[in-house]
């Protein structure tokens, strides 16, 4: 009895481990889109305040966006080798 009592909190364990990696996905995701977004915003509205200036703003932009990403995508990569592992 208590063997099958200890088997079963660990599959439990082990399902509440991958609900818990995927909603940490579903977060990266949605954080990095928060982020670009007000990246994208901030950017537009400089732009719109000084436009002679919008060639440096844009690169600048980019490689934010870029970072942000990139950590983001590390993120989801490390949630599903949790899920998957």
């Known amino acids: ?32 889109a928060f982020g670009i977004g007000k990246i994208g915003k901030s950017t537009q509205e400089a732009i719109a305040r000084q436009p002679e200036s919008a060639g440096n703003l844009r690169s600048a932009m980019i490689v934010a966006a870029g970072m942000i990403e990139g950590a983001a995508l590390f993120a989801i990569i490390v949630c599903l080798l949790t899920i998957f592992f």
């Open 1 to 32: 009895m208590l063997l099958s009592t200890i088997l079963l909190q660990v599959s439990v364990g082990a399902a509440l481990g991958k609900t818990g990696a995927a909603v940490g996905a579903a977060v990266a995701a949605i954080a990095a």
